[in-house]
């Protein structure tokens, strides 16, 4: 994903990106990593927004592979 070239060097516009995904259509195929990246920087941050992220990601995609990464890095039960 082209957010996570930018992470270190520009974290806000890599927030940008990944909201924009996170934020558009349910059926995009890269929403659920965007998701787990966007709860992962929000984590990093302190922020908690990152719970909502990582409810959601559970919620709408149980079986999709970014929400069994969550739960090998143990950010979701």
Do not use: C, N, W
């Not at 934020?23 to 990593?33: K, T, Y």
């Not at 787990?36 to 920087?41: Q, R």
């Not at 908690?48 to 143990?74: D, I």
Request: charged share 25%; glycine share 6%; aromatic share 4%.
């Amino acid at each position: 994903m082209l957010a996570e070239r930018f992470r270190a060097q520009y974290p806000e516009v890599t927030k940008q990106l990944l909201k924009s995904v996170v934020d558009g259509p349910r059926g995009d195929a890269q929403r659920p990593d965007a998701i787990l990246s966007l709860a992962t920087l929000e984590l990093s941050e302190g922020d908690s927004a990152a719970e909502a992220l990582l409810a959601e990601l559970v919620q709408s995609y149980p079986l999709h592979p970014a929400t069994e990464v969550a739960r090998t890095k143990g950010l979701i039960p």
